[in-house]
Every structure is written in structure tokens, then in C-alpha cells.
């Protein structure tokens, strides 16, 4: 997909091998090519993996991956969802800064930083 982002992409048939009672942390972010929101919050969660590297960051094409994103309610892009060991803890929809996505992250990270 690539909507502006480096992090390594993802698809449905990856997902249930990903988001494992042992996975630890992993943020998958929802997105498409034509979402120019999308474009905007890449960066930003290419920061946020950086500064906390515990965080396995990730991207999905929506459009592609359709199992994955009627699984998981997604129905705005760009979505956030943060997992730790396969349970949903945190779902941020839509373009926000670093510092708010720090700010609503934090308080499921607190072990880990």
C-alpha cells in the first residue's frame, strides 16, 4: 500500500500470526493509497515506533485487506489500533500529532518505557 510510510506492510492472512498471546506490543495502522489523512499520520506513527521501540509498528491497506478491517470495526482511516499479546488495548481513528498519540498510548505502555 504505502500511504507515505516506511513501516513494513501487512495482510490478512499474516494477522493471526502476528496478534498471539506472546506477541507483546504490536500498533497496526489502517490505511489506503487514497487517503490523504493517512499520508499525514504515517510520519507521525513512524516517530512514535522510533521513540518506543518495545512497539512493533505496522501498516494494512484497508482496501486490500478487508477480513482484517470488518474484524476490527474499522470504519474511519487512518485507524490505530494497539495491541499487547493479541488483545485490543487502544483504537485512535483519524490524522492526530505525535503528542496526542503519545498521550493516549502512554497509559497502556507505562510498563514498558
Known amino acids: ?21 506472546d506477541s507483546g506490543y504490536v500498533a497496526l495502522e489502517f490505511g489506503a493509497a487514497w487517503c490523504a489523512p493517512c499520508r499525514v499520520m504515517a510520519p507521525v506513527v513512524e516517530a512514535f515506533a522510533r521513540e518506543v521501540p518495545t512497539v512493533r509498528a505496522l501498516q494494512i491497506d484497508s482496501d486490500a485487506n478487508p477480513t482484517t478491517t470488518v474484524r476490527y470495526g474499522v470504519r474511519g482511516l487512518p485507524t490505530l489500533l494497539l495491541f499487547r499479546d493479541g488483545e485490543l ?12 498519540l503519545r498521550a493516549r498510548l502512554a497509559p497502556h505502555l507505562a510498563a514498558v518505557r
Open 1 to 21: 500500500m504505502q500511504h507515505g510510510s516506511s513501516l513494513p506492510t501487512v495482510t490478512d492472512p499474516e494477522i493471526p500470526a502476528l496478534l498471539t498471546a
Open 89 to 100: 488495548l487502544e483504537r485512535v481513528t483519524g490524522a492526530i500529532p505525535l503528542s496526542q
